[in-house]
C-alpha cells in the first residue's frame, strides 16, 4: 500500500525538485500527486512500497537538516553582509500582506480587551 512521504505544501519549486531527485538517486519507488484544479487532492510524493519508509525518511531528514543548515549559513552572510532584509525593506516590498497582519494583529488585541473594557465602565 501506498504511503505519504513528503507534501509539497508551501515548498518551493527548488527544493521539489532536489527531493524528487534524491529519492530517485536512492532508488525509491515513488510517484506524485496534486491537488488539481478545486485543491480538494494533495500535492505529494508517495512510496509505493510502505516498507521503504524508514529509509525514506532518514534520507530525507539527512537532506531537510543539511538544506537547514544551508539556509542558515545563507542568512547569516547576509546579516554580516548588511543584505539581510530588515522589517522596513519587507514593509516596502509587500505592503498589502503587512497591512493585513498589522489588521490583524489589531483585530486580535481590540477582540481580547474590549470585555476588559467594559468591565471598567461598569465598575467605575
Same mark, same amino acid.
Given at each position: 500500500?501506498?504511503? @505519504? @512521504? /513528503?507534501? /509539497? $505544501?508551501?515548498?518551493?519549486?527548488?527544493?521539489? %525538485? #532536489?527531493?524528487?531527485? *534524491?529519492?530517485?538517486?536512492?532508488? /525509491? !519507488? $515513488?510517484?506524485?500527486?496534486?491537488? +488539481?484544479? %478545486?485543491?480538494? +487532492?494533495? !500535492?505529494?510524493?508517495? @512510496?509505493? !512500497?510502505?516498507?521503504?519508509?524508514?529509509?525514506?525518511?532518514?534520507? *530525507? !531528514?539527512?537532506?531537510?537538516?543539511?538544506?537547514? #543548515?544551508?539556509?542558515?549559513?545563507?542568512?547569516?552572510?547576509?546579516?554580516?553582509? +548588511?543584505?539581510?532584509?530588515? *522589517?522596513?525593506?519587507? @514593509?516596502?516590498?509587500?505592503p498589502i500582506r503587512m497591512l493585513l497582519v498589522g489588521l490583524a494583529v489589531v483585530a486580535i488585541l481590540a477582540l481580547t480587551l474590549v470585555p476588559f473594557v467594559g468591565l471598567i465602565e461598569t465598575s467605575g
Amino acid at each position: 500500500m501506498a504511503t @505519504l @512521504l /513528503f507534501r /509539497f $505544501t508551501h515548498v518551493s519549486e527548488e527544493e521539489v %525538485w #532536489e527531493v524528487r531527485q *534524491l529519492l530517485e538517486e536512492h532508488g /525509491f !519507488d $515513488t510517484y506524485e500527486t496534486n491537488a +488539481g484544479f %478545486w485543491r480538494l +487532492g494533495v !500535492d505529494a510524493i508517495w @512510496l509505493r !512500497d510502505a516498507s521503504q519508509l524508514e529509509a525514506a525518511r532518514k534520507v *530525507l !531528514d539527512r537532506y531537510q537538516a543539511e538544506r537547514q #543548515e544551508r539556509a542558515q549559513q545563507q542568512h547569516a552572510e547576509q546579516v554580516q553582509h +548588511g543584505q539581510a532584509p530588515t *522589517l522596513w525593506q519587507r @514593509l516596502r516590498h509587500h505592503p498589502i500582506r503587512m497591512l493585513l497582519v498589522g489588521l490583524a494583529v489589531v483585530a486580535i488585541l481590540a477582540l481580547t480587551l474590549v470585555p476588559f473594557v467594559g468591565l471598567i465602565e461598569t465598575s467605575g
